[in-house]
């Protein structure tokens, strides 16, 4: 149980200072710090891969999915958006 404790006050600190370092960056910032967000999102994949795989309770093995989960969609999103901005600088005739 203390593990579980442990864990989730790790996932809920970690949750509310991402939030609070996302929420200071200026709009204007936003898609040029995409690749560097997809690179820290890449890393909380593996945690949460890592954490995942060496549970003993069942409870802690459904965060770690639900970690992966979000953090696989927070990756494939960045690359998308970061695709579909270096597209808006592309020159018509360069295809």
């Known amino acids: 149980m203390e593990t579980f404790i442990?864990?989730?006050f790790i996932f809920v600190l970690a949750a509310f200072v991402g939030f609070e370092v996302i929420s200071k960056v200026?709009?204007?910032l936003h898609t040029p710090l995409m690749s560097g967000a997809n690179a820290i999102s890449g890393i909380t994949l593996v945690g949460a891969l890592i954490i995942a795989s060496h549970v003993v309770c069942t409870i802690t093995c459904y965060i770690g999915f639900v970690a992966i989960i979000f953090a696989?969609?927070?990756v494939v999103g960045g690359f998308m958006v970061t695709d579909r901005m270096l597209e808006m600088f592309k020159k018509k005739g360069d295809e």
């Open 6 to 8: 442990f864990n989730l």
């Open 26 to 28: 200026p709009p204007t």
């Open 72 to 74: 696989t969609i927070n």
